[in-house]
């Protein structure tokens, strides 16, 4: 329509604007023009023109395909706010016998969006002849209706087994409407569900070949409710199915899959009996990756699906390699897909590929690389060192949210290998200065703590009263740790850092451990009992 149309108008001006067509000669253009303008102002939501109603209804008489359609618009969206919406159904009951089966599909279609008693009960007498149309679009359109007759009346069992019949019809189109309507019926239904037997399941098959992208899609979901009897059969019904990952439209591509992954429940080793299969499946979700963005993050979230699931597909890393122009959400999820699919083999070629990611413009990103070398540093242990060299040149550069992010993950790689990479520390300390996020500073203290040679050095850098818990809660430790590795000089930084804790903090998480720690170490136990004292230091380990 043009955008000319779409300006609010009161109810009067289109009641003149009706009257003034109908004076001149050809009138049918000119009613048409009025009725895109009550439709538009009916998008517009300006329900002013629910007044039309008894200026609109005599149109419909006009023979004119259009305009009645534009009429049934109107009735449907207003015909429950005014009792004359009723003065419809003579036109109704009369379109229903015409022989246009438009006009047929429209009539049945108009009546069951419309829940008002008389309308329903009209529905209700014709309904079941136009399921048993002789054209397949009125079929089709009884098929839909059932489904929004029984969102308005509830579940009519005779109804129901009426559009089951539907099923067995020899037009694929009617059949994939007929699913959709049930499938529709049975989402909100608690008692009923979509059952499909063997016979039925080859007619569905079969009908996909000729079945527009839709209607595939409608079969392929109905087919999800067929449990295969034998592992023979389960196979059978993969191999039928596979075609349709070649299709163009991303929605079969996906629903193929999903119907493939559910039979594949059903039989041991599908790719051991079908060993095209992994490859297959992994070239269609590739294929998908030159769609859109969105449709991109929807393929990436359904391959970590499988990667987690049965992980039989096969997959080429270098797919998921991330492209200049990704969007940030599709970067983040191919770097989940990259984690997954790492493994000893291929790990040169990703460290390659994430280093590139950290030194990247775009903070987040760089970010969230750094944290995947240190995922795979903990995931792959012989890829451990490569990972903290990398992390090391890349907190030589001094950046500061590189060498905050490098030293959140080092604290975690030094937890799953004690003893190995405390040089990654001494890289790190020469920049305390730039410590000003919590986490990083609470790892960076941590490491301090437990592995510097000279603690103190570098403890005294840092301030923690204004910090949030988890920063004075690692002080209070590596003050700890301090003092019992090197009594003399820790003491005084210790004494002050207990104090501060037992005294002037008002967080209790940080007063209970300050009290704590000061208990074990002022026994008099700590002073002979080495026992003591190494029970100490384990306990402040964390």
């Known amino acids: 329509m043009s955008s000319k149309l779409f300006t609010k108008c009161k109810s009067n001006e289109i009641k003149a604007e009706i009257e003034q067509a109908f004076k001149k000669g050809k009138p049918i253009n000119r009613i048409k023009i009025v009725l895109r303008k009550v439709l538009a102002n009916l998008m517009l939501n300006n329900n002013e023109i629910v007044n039309l109603m008894n200026d609109i209804i005599p149109l419909m008489k006009l023979d004119d395909i259009e305009i009645r359609k534009l009429c049934c618009e109107y009735l449907i969206t207003y ?39 008389d309308f329903i009960e009209l529905s209700l007498s014709s309904i079941q002849r136009s399921l048993h149309d002789k054209d397949s679009y009125v079929r089709r359109t009884a098929a839909f209706s059932i489904a929004r007759l029984c969102q308005n009346i509830g579940e009519k069992t005779n109804l129901i087994e009426e559009l089951n019949e539907l099923l067995y019809d020899n037009d694929s189109m009617v059949v994939a409407e007929a699913l959709a309507a049930l499938s529709c019926i049975t989402e909100r239904s608690k008692k009923l569900n979509l059952t499909i037997d063997k016979n039925h399941s080859k007619k569905l098959i079969a009908l996909l070949k000729n079945a527009n992208e839709w209607q595939q899609v409608y079969i392929l979901n109905a087919l999800m409710s067929y449990v295969p009897q034998s592992e023979n059969e389960a196979l059978d019904l993969i191999e039928s199915v596979l075609p349709s990952l070649q299709h163009e439209n991303s929605s079969v591509v996906l629903n193929t899959i999903k119907l493939i992954i559910y039979y594949c429940n059903y039989a041991k080793n599908p790719e051991l009996h079908l060993p095209i299969l992994p490859k297959r ?101 012989n890829a451990a060192e490569r990972c903290v060299e990398v992390l090391c040149d890349l907190i030589s550069t001094g950046v500061t949210y590189i060498v905050q992010e490098a030293a959140v993950v080092l604290k975690n790689v030094l937890r799953r290998y004690p003893g190995r990479y405390e040089y990654a520390i001494d890289e790190l300390t020469k920049f305390c200065h730039l410590f000003d996020e919590p986490d990083a500073k609470a790892a960076m203290i941590w490491m301090i703590g437990q592995y510097s040679k000279d603690p103190k ?25 301090l003092y019992l590795k090197h009594p003399i000089e820790g003491e005084e930084m210790l004494l002050d850092v207990l104090k501060w804790a037992t005294e002037e903090t008002g967080n209790p998480d940080v007063r209970d451990r300050g009290y704590i720690y000061w208990r074990l170490l002022s026994s008099e136990q700590s002073t002979f009992n080495n026992e003591f004292q190494k029970n100490t230091k384990d306990i402040c380990k964390s």
């Open 79 to 117: 015909a429950s706010l005014t009792k004359d919406s009723l003065e419809a159904l003579p036109f109704l009951k009369r379109f229903k016998d015409e022989s246009s089966p438009i006009l047929r599909a429209l009539a049945i279609k108009t009546m069951t969006s419309i829940n008002i008693p």
């Open 281 to 381: 499946i992994g070239s269609s979700l590739n294929s998908l990756l030159t769609k859109p963005s969105e449709t991109q993050f929807l393929v990436l979230r359904n391959v970590i699906l499988l990667l987690l699931g049965k992980n039989f597909v096969s997959f080429d890393i270098e797919i998921f390699y991330c492209r200049f122009d990704d969007p940030i959400y599709v970067k983040d999820t191919k770097l989940e897909i990259i984690y997954l699919l790492a493994n000893e083999s291929n790990i040169e070629s990703v460290l390659d590929e994430l280093e590139e990611y950290a030194t990247e413009v775009d903070v987040s990103m760089a970010r969230k690389a750094i944290r995947a070398f240190g995922n795979l540093a903990v995931k792959l242990e």
């Open 457 to 481: 050095k570098y403890l005294v850098q840092f301030s923690y009263k204004e910090d949030p818990v988890e920063v004075q809660l690692a002080m209070l430790t590596a003050t700890t740790k």
